[in-house]
């Protein structure tokens, strides 16, 4: 029990980092969604361009349209354009679901025991949306970063495990 009161040697976190993550290079988020974050960002920027930067994106918008039309947003017709899709989203959901998107594109698979990449998303999932829920009861303006950080939270975990098995 003394030994924890003993004084450690004195790393730095970097190190530490160093240490734990060798040459791997963090993954980075596509260049077509960071140019749309930093459009949603932007107060000044017109929903047109944010429009025109996400159609120039076949995948990104798939996605967007997918997740319009999905069961959960309980609508009678299916969407069939983007900008539709974006004026139902609004700035703040378009901006979550975008980050989700690059996080789960980036981010490697996951396995360890019984624990899956599923598991890790849903949990993510839920814990995004707890706080986005939190931050529009206590702060509406902060939704966005809320559901972001929420989503990020554990994102080391598939990455270390990636790296080093279970962890």
Known sequence: MLNL??????KEPKDDLRELLGDFELPSFPAAVMDVLSLLRDEDSAIKDVVTQIESDPGMSVRVLKTVNAAA???RREVSNVV???????RSQLESLLVAIAVRDTVPEVSI?????????AASSRRAGV???????LHPSTQADAFTAGLLQNMAAPVLSTLHGDV
Not at 113 to 121: K, L, P, S
């Open 73 to 75: 947003f309980g609508l």
């Open 5 to 10: 009161f003993r004084k450690r040697k004195h």
């Open 84 to 90: 539709h899709a974006i004026n139902l989203l609004g």
């Open 113 to 121: 025991g019984d624990f899956t990449t599923a598991d890790f998303w």
């Open 131 to 137: 706080a986005r829920l939190l931050a529009r009861k």
